[in-house]
């Protein structure tokens, strides 16, 4: 007993060495958490648990929801860890928006809320993922943990899912943080890929914001990016946060400026979350409180700025992988082609497959090789006959029968023999044919095919999927920028109804889903509403439009009949203020009366219309012209001047007006290449009536435009300011067939919104200098090639130079040697005349003399009796 006592203390008090214990297991353990828990696989961009839940989802739709605690229970038979990691991986592939269709209250993204209880949500797989995700007979399979059932290695998914919902994972030792991009912007760079194009992606996320993407290292380590909220100022006193940065709620932001102001580093007087939908942080200032210093010190101090660095780390040939997001992105791009190849090649095998099949009816009836095995008593005998029969036609197969062949033929029924229709068999071989050549096009043009493939993606699925974040520079962009327009606002004009997701009526503009719509109708009314998914604004809507509060720039010309006999009047007015769902009549209220011609002028235009006059005895006249700009501006509740005391047949447009309004103070922001009234960027002038925009370009053309802020400008820009019809261009510009630099200097043509070259597009030359400076000069360093010697340098007076010229001249060799560099010197001084800045006068003194003139011309004495505003 004593010696058996001893015995189990020797083996209690054993020392076991835990050194390479710790090195084998540790191993085991890091290496299984970091390829079966928190790293996505390159192939499908999903982690094991999302990979299962899918599957799962997959073996359970019926087309119904299902609840999440059903999902969930049916995925653990996949995963071995657990009904909390099911849960959570499931609500957050739901808030992505892509794969999953929600019901119920799933959380929000924004507020960090969190989803009801699996028993109380439901689920079922998007039209998305049901097209894109699965596909049995591409999916390679493997069995569960416990051997008892199989679950796919990878899915099949054929597009670039990984980049598109973005993944977080932290694993042993390891790291991974991919950040989401935009749907629509990956499947047009999938398509450049296979194109061979180049494209550029950066990120995009539900929370909207801003994002500044100038560090952002193609998603490897050691880069960042910088997101902003989007703050508006709703008055000196109010700020408003419409958008916050990804990786953060509305509470974490608003506990972040309570410590701000708690620090001193801010003063707010009061903060509210009226978060539901939308996010709408209200920030009420003390009245000493610059707003402009507000706003940086939110960006400086609280999550309103927050930096990401994203670490894109996957799984590839089961090891992780540091990969950029374009390497990924043509990974993905490769594996959708050859999934998509794959899937032809086995729609073809069963294209043969069935046209052997029907081909091997059609012969084994037409034939009556059924009637040979009559008199055989075993089954061999009868398998025989059957290949006997069938031995002739061989040659016309495919391929030669097989047992599996000789044993379906047997078992076609004497109902199907008696019935058979050769001429329909023939039809259904000549469509199998036809699937056959097309799905062998398909193959020899895959890559086109794949092209069409994302097309078909894009267009089917990109609805309301446009980008939600801004990409600023923060470095030069004011933090109080104007949201950009998240929604399409359609109309339905006949039958009255405007909205946002009233798809397949027309389009009207882009809005955001706070904004208000103005709409006039036909009767002469106007009402502006709040913009809904859909609502009812009235029968015989003629235009709508997002409405600006105070907008005094947007004109609206209208000529209205007074009731149903009664006569024209026309008007000119402007909507600035106005009570929200209030009907308001523009017209002097008579019953019938109705609107015989409107436009919007969105910078004050005045066109010039055609009157048709019903004929009557006695009018001598019934054709004449009006211009709108003779006409004054006032308010909308004005009756407006009589046009004409006789019946109007129809008002067509005549001429297309310019603007009639003040001198407008017009900027350009280089960083973001768009037009401002906000003092951002270069200061261009005061703008009035019929000035104009030129827009100078390195593709060399140039540009003339009005000065509507709406006007776009591409990357290449070199200048851009304000139009003087004196100011010449000057351009130096290679002939690379002659090698030869030639200049050329000329006054611009006045051809308005049309690109005009003055260096021929399709010719082989190369842009070195564009200027519109008026006294340039350029430095030459030049070459004798013929005797191979340098000459000394040459400065030119480019004015003096050459004369002026047409824009399509070819202009004067810059010089008779080899030009070897040119640089640009400094231009002399030009003193410019300065322009007044003068408010254009928008009723001309002589209005009534000459609306009187034109009455006299068609005998209308009551033309305009004086006006009746």
């Known amino acids: ?26 191993l085991d353990y890091a290496s299984y958490v970091i390829l079966e828990r928190a790293v996505p696989h390159l192939n499908d961009g999903l982690k094991p648990v999302q990979r299962r839940i899918l599957h799962s989802m997959k073996e359970l739709d019926d087309g119904r929801y299902n609840k999440v605690a059903n999902i969930v229970g049916n995925t653990m038979k996949y995963h071995p860890h657990g009904d909390a990691s099911i849960g959570d991986a499931l609500v957050q592939l739901g808030q992505k928006e892509l794969l999953i269709d929600c019901q119920g209250n799933w959380g929000n993204i924004l507020t960090g809320d969190s989803a009801a209880a699996p028993r ?52 042993v030792g390891l790291a991974c943080k991919i950040l989401p991009h935009n749907f629509n912007e990956l499947i047009e760079s999938s398509i450049k890929i296979l194109k061979n194009e180049p494209f550029e992606i950066f990120p995009d996320f539900l929370t909207g914001g801003m994002i500044d993407v100038s560090k952002y290292n193609n998603g490897l380590r050691g880069g960042k990016v910088r997101v902003r909220a989007k703050i508006k100022v709703e008055d000196k006193k109010t700020l408003v946060i419409t958008e916050i940065p990804y990786w953060t709620t509305t509470g974490k932001l608003i506990d972040s400026i309570i410590k701000a102001n708690e620090k001193g580093k801010i003063k707010i007087k009061k903060i509210d979350d009226n978060t539901s939908q939308n996010v709408e942080i209200i920030i009420q200032l003390p009245n000493d409180t610059s707003i402009d210093q507000t706003i940086d010190a939110l960006y400086a101090f609280t999550d309103c700025e927050v930096s990401i660095s994203p670490n894109s780390c996957v799984i590839y040939q089961d090891k992780p992988h540091f990969l950029p997001v374009d390497q990924m992105l043509k990974h993905s791009t490769t594996n959708t082609l050859n999934l998509l190849k794959l899937e032809l090649e086995i729609e073809l095998e069963e294209l043969k497959e069935r046209w052997q099949w029907v081909s091997l009816e059609r012969i084994f009836i037409e034939n009556e090789i059924y009637e040979k095995i009559k008199p055989c008593r075993t089954d061999q005998e009868i398998d025989d006959t059957i290949f006997f029969g069938l031995k002739p036609f061989i040659k016309n197969l495919l391929r030669e029968p097989n047992i599996d062949d000789i044993h379906k033929l047997r078992k076609i029924p004497i109902d199907r023999i008696s019935k058979f229709n050769s001429d329909k068999a023939n039809d259904i071989l000549l469509a199998i044919e036809d699937d056959i050549k097309q799905v062998n096009y398909d ?44 929604e399409k606002l359609y109309c339905n004009y006949k039958e009255g109804f405007v909205g946002y997701k009233i798809k397949g009526d027309e389009y009207v503009c882009d809005c955001s889903d706070i904004d208000d719509i103005i709409a006039f109708k036909s009767d002469g009314t106007v009402v502006v509403k709040k913009v809904q998914e859909k609502d009812f604004f009235g029968t015989d809507i003629i235009h709508v439009d997002v409405f600006r509060k105070n907008d005094e720039r947007t004109i609206y010309n209208l000529i209205y009949q007074d009731g149903a006999f009664g006569k024209a009047y026309v008007k000119r007015f402007a909507v600035t203020n106005i009570i929200r769902d209030k009907e308001y009549v523009l017209t002097k209220g008579i019953k019938g009366s109705k609107v015989l011609y409107f436009s919007s002028n969105p910078n004050g235009e005045a066109e010039v219309v055609s009157v048709s006059l019903k004929p009557k005895p006695g009018l001598r006249k019934i054709n004449f012209d009006f211009d709108f700009a003779d006409l004054a501006i006032k308010g909308k509740n004005a009756q407006g001047n009589i046009l004409t005391r006789y019946l109007v047949r129809k008002v ?13 103070k017009i900027w350009f922001d280089e960083s973001v290449k768009r037009l401002n009234a906000d003092e951002r960027g270069k200061y261009l002038g005061t703008f009035s009536g019929s000035d104009k925009l030129i827009s100078i370009y390195k593709s060399g053309y140039y540009r003339l435009t009005n000065f509507d802020l709406s006007t776009h400008f591409v990357d290449d820009l070199v200048v851009v300011e304000k139009f003087k019809e004196q100011k010449p261009i000057t351009v130096i510009y290679l002939d690379k067939t002659t090698n030869q630099h030639f200049l050329k200097r000329f006054l611009v043509e006045e051809i308005l919104d049309k690109k005009v070259f003055f260096v021929d597009e399709e010719s082989n030359t190369e842009i070195i200098h564009i200027t519109n400076d008026w006294l340039p000069i350029v430095e030459l360093c030049l070459e004798d090639t013929k005797k191979g010697k340098t000459i000394e340098n040459e400065i030119i007076d480019i004015s003096e130079f050459t004369e002026l010229m047409k824009y399509k001249a070819k202009g004067k060799k810059l010089s008779k040697y080899f030009v070897k560099d040119i640089k640009v010197l400094e231009s002399l001084p030009y003193e410019e005349e300065i322009e007044e800045e003068q408010e254009s006068e928008t009723v001309r003194e002589e209005t ?22």
């Not at 209690?12 to 390479?20: D, E, L, M, N, R």
């Not at 591409?138 to 796919?152: A, C, H, L, M």
């Not at 067509?652 to 407008?664: F, H, Q």
Request: one cysteine or more.
């Open 1 to 26: 007993m004593e010696e058996k006592n001893t015995q189990i203390k020797q083996q209690t008090h054993k020392t076991i060495p835990v050194k390479g214990m710790y090195e084998d297991w540790f």
């Open 120 to 171: 109380y949500i439901e689920a079922r797989l998007s039209k998305f993922g049901l097209d894109v995700v699965f596909n049995p007979q591409t999916t390679s399979w493997r069995p569960s943990y416990d051997g008892r059932n199989k679950e796919p290695k990878t899915l099949p998914i054929k597009f670039p899912l990984l980049l598109c919902q973005g993944v977080e994972g932290i694993a």
């Open 443 to 486: 193959l020899e043009h895959i890559v086109d095919y794949a092209i069409a493939y994302f097309e078909r993606i894009l267009k089917k699925y990109g609805q309301n999927r446009e980008r939600k974040t801004e990409i600023r520079n923060f470095d030069t962009i004011e933090a109080q920028a104007v949201a950009v327009a998240n």
């Open 652 to 664: 067509t447009k005549k001429l297309e007006g310019v603007s009639t309004l003040s001198a407008r």
């Open 848 to 869: 009534e003399e000459i609306i009187l003139d034109n009455n006299k011309e068609h005998g209308d004495e009551d033309f305009i009796q004086g006006s009746l505003f």
